[in-house]
């Protein structure tokens, strides 16, 4: 992922405490995540069916690059709209 976004978003799942075991290697997932430093995370099935996507909008992302914490920031607000999804599915 870009700028090492997936690191920030494994921590913002820990914490927190999204309901969700992440793996490293495809072959274990039942669910593939993908995740832009843009603000735009997908989850889909192995076969490429799209179940739930979001993105952040709405912040200049060229400055939020330039701060360390720009991709941090991403992760978190990408995690807190995955975390009310299965929470609150409707």
Known sequence: MDKDLDSFIRA????????LVVVVDPEEADLI?????????IFSKADKVMLWAS????????????KREGPRKVAERLITSLKKEIENPD
């Open 12 to 19: 913002q799942i820990v914490k927190k405490k999204v309901s």
């Open 55 to 66: 993105a952040t909008g709405g912040r200049s992302l060229w400055w939020a690059g330039l």
């Open 33 to 41: 995540m993908t995740a832009s430093a843009s603000g735009t995370m």
